[in-house]
């Protein structure tokens, strides 16, 4: 789970271990002020401050976490803010946990978020931890590994040997600089490019656009054009929060069920899930496991027949609540501490409702919506920040333009890390597109001139072809 996700559950589950004077209510809401209507209203930084704090003075909790988690592993390290470290700290600094903290300071992009720039000495020091060094890329094809490696030195980092993958051929790996009149050039080509793609085995899934901000300003005529050719593109940041939540991963597999052929892996899934919010284990009889298959059998079976003949949006509606029943929001809650706030439940719920209602409402087709619904069939268009830990085969850069990179000046490492995370998302491809002129919130004539170290830096390799269209 996340850093907030984390410091959530111990709110949630421990709250009334909190003094009366800065105990929240029960069913407060995540945002920023903080009070209305008699219902608290957090950030998810009091959220995080409130945990440390019931750590701190309740040393019973304490304890019991302790005894509970036996190996900590903290991903994306480098983008800790002090917050959660002291959280961290809190809870486990003299535990006998075994603590694994991965991370890549090249790709720090959450200064602006408070990332706390010492963290790595911090965590030597506080957890007398022994340093090692990756040295095997397992993603990139070998010239997109030699590209990423040039950017070393202007990020202040000492040149290391990273090597690809020998699962790559040694030539494999493309990376272009593209160069527009305008966005509507940039968008046919882009297209066509994408085609080619999908035509030579790539899955739309497999093929990601980033931006640096600002999703539908840069993407609005990329998605119009691929939606002519019968290609669909998402923002995917409306999606990406939603589908990590564990209730909405049940309902849509349990629509997925329904709607198409047998898939043993989504009935596992949900005969699991069962079993594990009604606690049954190895110790629990034959009978009980029986009874769950036989549940989730029934379930599938009448949805199945309601499914097909829903064509309105209130019995839709009516048939996940259904599904929400059987499965109990006590049951839900006590499995789930953050659902234990019905209304942070009830917005997911509401979020799933109407997300694939819409896609269903588009395809007129259930097995295609809850596939569109998981991004099965769409290429995912989001920020950099949210492409953090994820890879594609190609990565499509928008905009590598000044006006994107608008503070480079005031913060020329983190952007640097920004487009060093950008650079890194790349399996096989990586295309970065600039356009002369394109509609922005700070003007209509683009320039490069500001972030020119970045074109230097990447046509100093000798491994990215130029083109002008």
């Known amino acids: 789970m996340t850093f907030d996700a984390f410091a959530k559950s111990l709110l949630d589950r421990f709250m009334n271990g909190l003094p009366t004077n800065i105990k929240p209510n029960k069913n407060y809401d995540i945002g920023q002020n903080s009070e209305n209507n008699g219902v608290s209203i957090l950030s998810f930084l009091a959220i995080s401050k409130l945990a440390t704090e019931l750590i701190r003075t309740n040393p019973m909790i304490k304890k019991s ?36 903290a991965v991370g890549d300071s090249k790709q720090r992009i959450m200064l602006w978020a408070g990332a706390r720039k010492t963290v790595f000495d911090d965590y030597s020091s506080d957890f007398k931890a022994t340093k090692e060094i990756l040295l095997m890329n397992h993603r990139s094809t070998p010239r997109l590994v030699e590209i990423q490696k040039a950017m070393y030195a202007n990020l202040n980092e000492n040149a290391t040997d990273i090597q690809s993958s020998p699962k790559w051929d040694s030539q494999m790996g493309e990376a272009y600089l593209r160069f527009f009149y305008d966005e509507y050039a940039e968008a046919d080509v882009l297209c066509n490019e994408i085609i080619d793609l999908i035509k030579n085995g790539v899955k739309t899934n497999d093929i990601c656009i980033l931006v640096k901000q600002t999703v539908d300003a840069y993407s609005e005529n990329v998605i119009k054009r691929l939606e002519t050719s019968g290609i669909k593109a998402r923002n995917e940041t409306v999606y990406q929060d939603l589908l990590k939540e564990e209730i909405v991963k049940v309902l849509a597999l349990i629509f997925m069920l329904t709607a198409s052929k047998p898939n043993p892996h989504a009935w596992r899934y949900i ?36 499914i097909h003949g829903i064509t309105d949006e209130e019995i839709f509606n009516q048939n996940v609540d259904i599904i929400l029943e059987k499965l109990s929001y006590d049951r839900l809650a006590a499995m789930f501490p953050e659902y234990k706030n019905k209304a942070y439940y009830l917005k997911i719920i509401m979020n799933f409702k109407k997300l694939l209602w819409m896609e269903y409402l588009v395809s007129n087709d ?21 492409s953090k830990g994820l890879e594609y085969h190609s990565v499509f850069f928008i905009g590598f333009e000044d006006s994107a990179f608008w503070n480079f000046t005031k913060q020329p490492d983190e952007d640097k890390c920004a487009f060093f995370v950008a650079l890194s998302r790349a399996k096989a491809r990586v295309d970065f597109t600039f356009c002369s002129s394109r509609k922005t919130r700070f003007t209509d004539v683009q320039s490069n001139e500001r972030i020119n170290e970045l074109y230097e830096m990447l046509t100093k390799t000798g491994l990215v072809k130029e083109i002008y269209h």
């Open 366 to 386: 259930w097995k295609v919506a809850v596939e569109n619904f998981m991004g099965e069939n769409s290429i995912p268009i989001m920020t950099i920040h949210k």
């Open 271 to 306: 005969n699991n899930f069962l079993c594990e919010i009604e606690s049954l284990d190895e110790n629990s009889k034959a009978e009980e496991f029986i009874r769950i298959e036989n549940e989730v059998n029934e379930v599938i079976r009448t949805f199945s027949k309601n």
């Open 65 to 100: 976490l302790q005894l509970t988690y036996s190996h900590i592993f903290l991903d994306e390290f480098q983008d800790t803010t002090t917050i959660q470290y002291e959280l961290i700290k809190a809870c486990f600094l003299d535990s006998k946990a075994i603590f694994t």
